[in-house]
């Protein structure tokens, strides 16, 4: 199979256009990090953007970064860290969940849109993403948004291409929004609570005014593998419930005071500060309990969105049914189910569960024999599912781009 | 009227008795209103500049009509025009002679406050202000605050993608909802997103907010609701050039502070706003900068020093720090009075609404003096200094002979300067009619064509909402054409592996 390395957005039309005239779709990748997920595609050639890693520009006062999406994601977030600046939607690190290699480009991180823990404040990359340039399955470079915070000319095709997995565009050139870190974080960590207390817990933090920028609860089971990230704070292998706040120094510890009295009756509260706090939250952030070089690795891996107070009932039902393991994020709006391998990955049993909150599911690890029989991505309502295609032919008609990656059999 | 909108269809114009006969058969009673007299009310939005009669106007009360209504007039190939609150400033809800003006007035309940997910959901004619208002009691609110917001609609909100003073903190309308039901002009009712953090698909309610009104009508909107932080104080800060200000709020956020609110006025306005409300705004500086912390005490105690420190060091002439919520409140009255103050001192006036790269704030305010002498036309500018969006207020009077024109004029080159300097056509009031014929400033014909064919995947007949946004109307199947590029059938010259 033929492999592209394209130069420039030039190269990236041209690659495109001959691929339209040879009705010979392409798989659009970057470091390759999350290729693992989805379907396996109908594709015949790779169409490699990594060699688009450039920084346009920066800067810092004007909170904006202009990168070519091939641009790796471990440079820019250095590059941003050293003027004290972040994505604030906390971009998961897919590597040790998928046994990948890499952490991925830009252009990977928005694709996929998968956001960490912080999403519940700070909202997802698709929140961050200010304007693009990309080159659409008619072979025609476009650009949507701009590069200023506050803008509304024109559709928001920045909103589509976030979590889009390369099917609507190829992303050349994106510009985010950067927020400054917070000068300190405090984690206060209520112990041995069970599913549903927890989600309690977490409901009335998040209902508090104390401006909670994490909300976490790892069951006593998903110790199973030993996770580093967690440090002493795993020792007694008891279920842990955890809760950031952020911000200056003086802030987070009066918050973490204020939050610690409010959540007493759910127990009292030990707190974790900086340095052992973010690498908690790493963990959460990378569902390190789950990582492929674990004791669940042979697992797959469920990724379920849901409403957060519905988030215990979900999970609990779900692990008992198929003696799995869960880990509640977002307050419990985000569920990732590591459940014992069998034919379908307990796909029925998972999307009964997420249908019945309104939620949905994602098959994020799974072998490809298990992926041909089972819908990694949440099957749609279908009017919502034929407006989609319509959606994806108003950008890419021919179906060049990343072909069957979403839907199952249409590689066929 | 110097815009054109399309030719209005004679043939469905001879029509109209039939067609408010079929409308009535759909919405019974007063929900159909076709005399010339009542319909007047409906004939503008907030820019009211432009004006023009619709054909008939229907106002339904549930989903299921305004199914039927969109069912019956894509059948009839009908145009329709969708009206919230009518407050949009750039025409998004102005009428066609022949099409029907869909008001969703009438969908004023709310339809459920979940505390536990912290969401509200929401009829889409209900204000942004008594979504608020209706969460109070438990100390949240919905974020959002554009200064309509007493009178504008949150189903409008979604339309415009609204923002507001608090934006740079708290994000805009985009980054505050989370699903819709939405009825397509094909009639078909479609559910998007919910009470989750995310949909699966596409984000199609990150499009649709903010698509004017042309891709479809919502009919229910699931909205996110904060806590209301625990305190806030404002600081009033005077310098003596403009440029100074401008330095003071870069240099705010490159401390890594986020204000909740960070506005700028320059001297025109700041006159204006004193002699309305008389807030004590210091009369003799250039620029005037409100900075509002918010959350807990102790935080903001700390901002205000580490933001008053900045502020010395940029050269203010003057800094007031409020040490009560009255004090508080006077500082911004005069803000928020901005605009009604200005049209104390001038008969009409203009808002426009572009959005620049914060560090362009010194030479696009420059490029506006020089704008004001060549047109010889006063402006008042108000800026929301955090995010860099900015709103002239070009003050004209109708009255003369020509003026309306000059300020059109004026206020497309601000808007194409705006473009120069890096930024947009429009931060937060939309492009509507306003701005429609100044996108090729910011979009080529392609990037143009883009936008218009996801339109065609929501609305293929192009009925819903036509002439706003977009200059040139082209049909869905010659946007969707594919061009063959010839002779270019092999992969190019470039590195394999």
Same mark, same amino acid.
Request: charged fraction near 20%; include cysteine.
């Given at each position: 199979?033929?492999?592209?390395?394209?130069?420039?957005?030039?190269?990236?039309?041209? +690659?495109?256009?001959?691929?339209?005239?040879?009705?010979? %779709?392409?798989?659009?990748?970057?470091?390759?990090?999350?290729?693992?997920?989805?379907?396996?595609?109908?594709?015949?050639?790779?169409?490699?953007?990594?060699?688009?890693?450039?920084?346009?520009?920066?800067?810092?006062?004007?909170? /904006?970064?202009?990168?070519?999406?091939?641009?790796?994601?471990?440079? +820019?977030?250095?590059?941003?860290?050293?003027?004290?600046?972040?994505?604030?939607?906390?971009?998961?690190?897919?590597?040790?969940?998928?046994?990948?290699?890499?952490?991925?480009?830009?252009?990977?991180? /928005?694709?996929?849109?998968?956001?960490?823990?912080?999403? /519940?404040?700070?909202?997802?990359?698709?929140?961050?993403?200010?304007?693009?340039?990309?080159?659409?399955?008619?072979?025609?470079?476009?650009?949507?948004?701009?590069?200023?915070?506050?803008?509304?000319?024109?559709?928001?095709?920045?909103?589509?291409?976030?979590?889009?997995?390369?099917?609507?565009?190829?992303?050349?050139?994106?510009?985010?929004?950067?927020?400054?870190?917070?000068?300190?974080?405090?984690?206060?960590?209520?112990?041995?609570?069970?599913?549903?207390?927890?989600?309690?817990?977490?409901?009335?933090?998040?209902?508090?005014?104390?401006?909670?920028?994490?909300?976490?609860?790892?069951?006593?089971?998903?110790?199973?593998?030993?996770?580093?990230?967690?440090?002493?704070?795993?020792?007694?292998?008891?279920?842990?419930?955890?809760?950031?706040?952020?911000? /200056?120094?003086?802030?987070?510890?009066?918050?973490?005071?204020?939050?610690?009295?409010?959540?007493?009756?759910?127990?009292?509260?030990?707190?974790?500060?900086?340095?052992?706090?973010?690498?908690?939250?790493?963990?959460?952030?990378?569902?390190?309990?789950?990582?492929?070089?674990?004791?669940?690795?042979?697992?797959?891996?469920?990724?379920?969105?849901? %409403?957060?107070?519905?988030?215990?009932?979900?999970?609990?039902?779900?692990?008992?049914?198929?003696?799995?393991?869960?880990?509640?994020?977002?307050?419990?709006?985000?569920?990732?189910?590591?459940?014992?391998?069998?034919?379908?990955?307990?796909?029925?049993?998972?999307?009964?569960?997420?249908?019945?909150?309104?939620?949905?599911?994602?098959?994020?690890?799974?072998?490809?024999?298990?992926?041909?029989?089972?819908?990694?991505?949440?099957?749609?309502?279908?009017? +919502?599912?034929?407006?989609?295609?319509?959606?994806?032919?108003?950008?890419? %008609?021919?179906?060049?781009?990343?072909?069957?990656?979403?839907?199952?059999?249409?590689?066929? | 009227?110097?815009?054109?909108?399309?030719?209005?269809?004679?043939?469905?114009?001879?029509?109209? *008795?039939?067609?408010?006969?079929?409308?009535?058969?759909?919405?019974?009673?007063?929900?159909?209103?076709?005399?010339?007299?009542?319909?007047?009310?409906?004939?503008?939005?907030?820019?009211?500049?432009?004006?023009?009669?619709?054909?008939?106007?229907?106002?339904?009360?549930?989903?299921?009509?305004?199914?039927?209504?969109?069912?019956?007039?894509?059948?009839?190939?009908?145009?329709?025009?969708?009206?919230?609150?009518?407050?949009?400033?750039?025409?998004?809800?102005?009428?066609?002679?022949?099409?029907?003006?869909?008001?969703?007035?009438?969908?004023?309940?709310?339809?459920?406050?979940?505390?536990?997910?912290?969401?509200?959901?929401?009829?889409?004619?209900?204000?942004?202000?008594?979504?608020?208002?209706?969460?109070?009691?438990?100390?949240?609110?919905?974020?959002?605050?554009?200064?309509?917001?007493?009178?504008?609609?949150?189903?409008?909100?979604?339309?415009?993608?609204?923002?507001?003073?608090?934006?740079?903190?708290?994000?805009?309308?985009?980054?505050?909802?989370?699903?819709?039901?939405?009825?397509?002009?094909?009639?078909?009712?479609?559910?998007?997103?919910?009470?989750?953090?995310?949909?699966?698909?596409?984000?199609?309610?990150?499009?649709?907010?903010?698509?004017?009104?042309?891709?479809?009508?919502?009919?229910?909107?699931?909205?996110?609701?904060?806590?209301?932080?625990?305190?806030?104080?404002?600081?009033?800060?005077?310098?003596?050039?403009?440029?100074?200000?401008?330095?003071?709020?870069?240099?705010?956020?490159?401390?890594?502070?986020?204000?909740?609110?960070?506005?700028?006025?320059?001297?025109?306005?700041?006159?204006?706003?004193?002699?309305?409300?008389?807030?004590?705004?210091?009369?003799?500086?250039? *620029?005037?900068?409100?900075?509002?912390?918010?959350?807990?005490?102790?935080?903001?105690?700390?901002?205000?020093?580490?933001?008053?420190?900045?502020?010395?060091?940029?050269?203010?002439?003057?800094?007031?720090?409020?040490?009560?919520? *009255?004090?508080?409140?006077?500082?911004?009255?005069?803000?928020?009075?901005?605009?009604?103050?200005?049209?104390?001192?001038?008969?009409?006036?203009?808002?426009?609404?572009?959005?620049?790269?914060?560090?362009?704030?010194?030479?696009?305010?420059?490029?506006?003096?020089?704008?004001?002498?060549?047109?010889?036309?006063?402006?008042?500018?108000?800026?929301?200094?955090?995010?860099?969006?900015?709103?002239?207020?070009?003050?004209?009077?109708?009255?003369?002979?020509?003026?309306?024109?000059?300020?059109?004029?004026?206020?497309?080159?601000?808007?194409?300067?705006?473009?120069?300097?890096?930024?947009?056509?429009?931060?937060?009031?939309?492009?509507?009619?306003?701005?429609?014929?100044?996108?090729?400033?910011?979009?080529?014909?392609?990037?143009?064509?883009?936008?218009?064919?996801?339109?065609?995947?929501?609305?293929?007949?192009?009925?819903?909402?036509?002439?706003?946004?977009?200059?040139?109307?082209?049909?869905?199947?010659?946007?969707?054409?594919?061009?063959?590029?010839?002779?270019?059938?092999?992969?190019?010259?470039?590195?394999?592996?």
């Amino acid at each position: 199979m033929d492999t592209l390395k394209v130069r420039d957005a030039k190269d990236v039309e041209e +690659v495109v256009r001959a691929a339209i005239a040879n009705e010979q %779709p392409l798989e659009i990748i970057g470091h390759g990090s999350k290729r693992s997920i989805g379907h396996a595609m109908a594709t015949n050639a790779v169409l490699d953007v990594s060699a688009l890693n450039a920084v346009t520009s920066y800067e810092p006062n004007e909170l /904006i970064v202009t990168l070519q999406a091939g641009a790796p994601l471990a440079d +820019v977030l250095s590059l941003i860290d050293a003027k004290n600046q972040q994505f604030a939607f906390e971009p998961m690190n897919t590597a040790p969940l998928l046994g990948a290699p890499a952490l991925g480009t830009i252009g990977g991180m /928005i694709a996929a849109g998968l956001a960490g823990p912080r999403r /519940i404040r700070a909202g997802g990359a698709r929140d961050h993403l200010l304007g693009a340039h990309a080159v659409s399955g008619f072979g025609d470079s476009f650009k949507t948004g701009g590069k200023v915070v506050k803008n509304v000319t024109g559709y928001d095709l920045c909103k589509l291409l976030a979590g889009s997995w390369g099917t609507l565009s190829v992303m050349t050139e994106v510009t985010l929004k950067v927020m400054p870190k917070p000068e300190a974080e405090r984690t206060l960590l209520l112990h041995g609570l069970d599913d549903a207390t927890a989600n309690k817990a977490m409901t009335a933090a998040l209902g508090s005014p104390f401006d909670v920028s994490g909300a976490a609860h790892l069951p006593k089971s998903a110790f199973r593998t030993r996770t580093d990230g967690l440090g002493d704070i795993a020792g007694q292998g008891e279920a842990l419930t955890m809760l950031r706040l952020e911000g /200056i120094a003086a802030s987070a510890a009066h918050r973490a005071g204020s939050l610690r009295e409010l959540l007493a009756p759910f127990g009292t509260a030990t707190l974790v500060e900086d340095v052992a706090s973010a690498a908690a939250w790493a963990t959460v952030r990378d569902v390190l309990p789950f990582a492929a070089s674990g004791a669940l690795g042979a697992w797959p891996v469920w990724r379920i969105v849901c %409403p957060p107070a519905s988030g215990a009932a979900l999970g609990t039902q779900l692990a008992r049914e198929t003696g799995g393991e869960v880990i509640y994020d977002w307050g419990g709006g985000l569920i990732w189910a590591a459940l014992p391998p069998n034919g379908d990955a307990h796909a029925s049993a998972v999307r009964e569960r997420a249908n019945a909150t309104g939620g949905h599911a994602t098959l994020i690890r799974a072998a490809e024999d298990v992926r041909r029989g089972v819908d990694v991505f949440h099957p749609q309502a279908p009017g +919502v599912a034929a407006l989609s295609e319509r959606v994806r032919a108003s950008f890419d %008609p021919k179906i060049i781009l990343n072909r069957g990656r979403l839907t199952r059999g249409a590689a066929a | 009227m110097a815009i054109m909108m399309p030719a209005s269809d004679q043939a469905v114009l001879a029509r109209r *008795a039939e067609i408010v006969a079929a409308l009535r058969a759909i919405v019974p009673g007063e929900g159909v209103i076709d005399s010339a007299s009542e319909m007047r009310v409906y004939e503008s939005d907030g820019l009211t500049a432009y004006r023009q009669p619709p054909m008939v106007v229907v106002l339904p009360d549930t989903t299921e009509q305004v199914s039927l209504v969109l069912k019956y007039c894509a059948g009839q190939g009908i145009k329709v025009v969708p009206r919230g609150s009518g407050t949009s400033l750039s025409g998004g809800a102005l009428p066609l002679e022949d099409g029907v003006l869909l008001g969703l007035g009438k969908f004023k309940r709310i339809r459920e406050i979940d505390f536990d997910n912290r969401v509200v959901v929401t009829e889409p004619g209900v204000t942004n202000l008594a979504i608020s208002q209706a969460v109070a009691h438990a100390g949240f609110y919905y974020a959002p605050d554009p200064s309509s917001q007493i009178a504008c609609s949150i189903g409008g909100n979604v339309a415009e993608n609204s923002g507001g003073v608090h934006c740079l903190k708290y994000g805009m309308t985009t980054n505050n909802v989370l699903g819709c039901e939405i009825v397509l002009m094909s009639g078909e009712i479609l559910r998007i997103g919910g009470k989750g953090c995310e949909n699966s698909g596409y984000d199609l309610m990150g499009v649709i907010t903010g698509s004017e009104g042309l891709l479809g009508v919502i009919t229910e909107i699931t909205v996110r609701i904060l806590q209301k932080p625990e305190t806030a104080r404002a600081l009033m800060v005077g310098f003596a050039e403009v440029e100074a200000a401008g330095e003071c709020v870069a240099r705010i956020i490159g401390a890594g502070i986020i204000p909740g609110g960070m506005e700028m006025m320059d001297k025109p306005a700041i006159h204006a706003a004193e002699a309305f409300v008389h807030a004590g705004y210091p009369l003799d500086v250039e *620029a005037l900068l409100i900075i509002e912390l918010d959350g807990p005490k102790i935080e903001v105690d700390e901002l205000i020093t580490r933001v008053e420190t900045i502020a010395n060091a940029c050269g203010s002439t003057t800094c007031q720090i409020s040490t009560s919520e *009255a004090e508080r409140n006077l500082f911004w009255a005069g803000r928020k009075a901005a605009f009604p103050a200005v049209g104390r001192i001038s008969p009409d006036y203009l808002c426009m609404d572009g959005t620049i790269p914060r560090g362009a704030l010194p030479k696009a305010l420059a490029r506006i003096r020089e704008l004001s002498e060549k047109y010889q036309l006063g402006c008042a500018n108000v800026f929301h200094a955090g995010d860099g969006n900015l709103h002239p207020l070009i003050l004209y009077d109708a009255n003369k002979e020509g003026e309306i024109e000059r300020a059109e004029a004026f206020g497309a080159d601000i808007l194409r300067a705006c473009v120069e300097f890096g930024g947009v056509l429009t931060g937060e009031h939309g492009v509507g009619i306003e701005k429609r014929d100044l996108m090729p400033e910011m979009f080529t014909e392609i990037d143009l064509n883009q936008q218009q064919r996801l339109k065609c995947a929501f609305d293929a007949q192009g009925l819903l909402n036509p002439g706003k946004v977009f200059p040139t109307l082209h049909r869905c199947a010659e946007l969707g054409r594919m061009h063959v590029h010839a002779g270019k059938l092999a992969f190019p010259d470039i590195p394999r592996f």
